[in-house]
């Protein structure tokens, strides 16, 4: 089952406003990743936040971790045409696994 | 900056054949990962790496193989192509569990 889910699954809005996305989890977790796909690429990487940091920034991104809540948001202020894409929250379930679980993604369109 | 490379951005096999995906990365990274991406299903672990000659399964690996020889270089073999295959193949590597991953840019399957 799908360990991390995004929402909404798509958001439009015009340039300059703030894109907010969320993702909600089911187990506890030692991180949360969020990534960004341009359409038919590869992921890019753009933050991590461990279980026991509750925010963290990155330029233009600020990403919040709930863990009482189990859940996080990924804020994109004053966007660009540039940053549409889709962006995935990936969440590492225990300390001893390598594996990351991606949800399924937010799809958003900054129009110009 | 680290640099993931797969073998080819798009492939069109037949059915029954024989596949190898390629994934080389230069940043001496001990763990490789194989996902496959679906529309609606999101990011799916096909097996990954943790050190040469080993190998994990991961949520799906039916169909699949994957072969670890040299450090920088993890194969997918699809052993005889299904339909149900196509797909974007997804290679990342990552210098530790805890870390953050780094993409390729996707091999897009079609099996006719």
């Known amino acids: 089952s799908q360990q991390g889910e995004e929402d909404p699954q798509a958001l439009s809005i015009q340039e300059g406003e703030n894109a907010t996305m969320n993702c909600s989890y089911k187990?506890?977790?030692?991180?949360l990743q969020w990534y960004r796909q341009n359409s038919g690429r590869g992921l890019v990487h753009l933050i991590l936040i461990r279980s026991n940091e509750r925010e963290k920034h990155s330029g233009r991104l600020r990403v919040t971790l709930d863990t009482s809540k189990k859940s996080s948001s990924l804020l994109i202020t004053a966007s660009r045409a540039a940053d549409t894409a889709s962006y995935f929250c990936?969440?590492?379930?225990?300390?001893?696994?390598?594996?990351?679980?991606f949800g399924k993604g937010t799809k958003l369109s900054v129009i110009p | 900056d680290v640099k993931v490379t797969q073998s080819s951005r798009y492939l069109v096999k037949r059915t029954g054949e024989k596949v190898f995906l390629e994934c080389v990365q230069d940043?001496?990274?001990?763990?490789m990962f194989w996902y496959r991406q679906d529309p609606g299903l999101g990011l799916r672990l096909i097996y990954f790496?943790?050190?040469?000659?080993?190998?994990e399964k991961g949520d799906i690996p039916e169909g699949y193989s994957v072969s670890r020889e040299k450090k920088e270089r993890f194969s997918l073999i699809l052993e005889s192509a299904s339909t149900n295959q196509t797909s974007m193949y997804l290679c990342a590597s990552s210098p530790a569990p805890y870390n953050e991953q780094f993409f390729g840019p996707g091999t897009r399957l079609t099996v006719l």
């Open positions: 187990t506890s977790i030692n991180n």
């Open positions: 940043m001496d990274h001990e763990n």
């Open positions: 990936a969440t590492r379930v225990e300390a001893g696994s390598y594996q990351l679980t």
């Open positions: 790496s943790y050190d040469v000659k080993m190998k």
